[in-house]
């Protein structure tokens, strides 16, 4: 899986990572921009129907925002290190079903924390556990040694998109059930 340059959506710092179903498109300040807008430019920009509970799961609108801010300030070296938008295509049909990345770029010990969130009417399809995969290919090729990731006990279906990535649970964060997962390269 090797990123390259993609022509379509602004080529300036996007990068287009492909799988069997998906491709991945980084999220640049004018795609997240367009994703606070809810006003349907996302899709076109990105080509792609939009899901109508989008933005959907943990991923909303303060997440969006987050991101914004720290794309903006990380400039070049944010590129790929913050929000990925998973598209599938079937029969010529472009969809957006989901979205995962990082907290950003490695921190001094080569660890990033990812997510991912997948929109409800696509759950089930393997979408979160191939997007996991390819983002972890992307974090381990571009200095990170480690990656953590979270999610609540009371969501099966996220603990095993993380186990099918071979994460290993190494702890609870807090009473309320949040489970730690993390994997070494």
């Not at 080529?11 to 498109?25: A, D, K």
């Not at 929109?119 to 979160?128: M, P, R, V």
Request: charged residues 20%; glycine residues 10%.
């Amino acid at each position: 899986m090797k990123p390259h340059r993609n022509d379509r959506i602004d080529p300036v710092n996007t990068i287009e990572l492909r799988s069997e179903q998906l491709t991945l498109i980084t999220a640049t300040p004018d795609l997240l921009r367009a994703d606070l807008a809810a006003d349907g430019t996302l899709g076109k920009a990105l080509q792609a129907e939009t899901p109508a509970d989008w933005p959907s799961g943990e991923y909303e609108a303060d997440a969006i925002r987050s991101f914004l801010e720290q794309t903006e300030a990380a400039g070049d070296a944010g590129t790929g290190w913050y929000c990925w938008y998973a598209i599938s295509e079937e029969d010529g049909q472009r969809k957006l079903v989901g979205c995962g990345g990082f907290r950003g770029a490695p921190n001094a010990e080569g660890t990033v924390e990812a997510g991912y969130s997948i929109a409800e009417a696509e759950q089930g399809k393997g979408y979160a556990t191939e997007m996991l995969g390819i983002l972890v290919g992307f974090a381990f090729t571009n200095g990170a040694n480690k990656i953590v990731a979270r999610t609540r006990q009371s969501n099966p279906a996220s603990i095993a998109v993380l186990n099918n990535n071979d994460f290993e649970q190494i702890g609870v964060i807090n009473t309320e059930g949040m489970l730690e997962f993390a994997l070494t390269a």
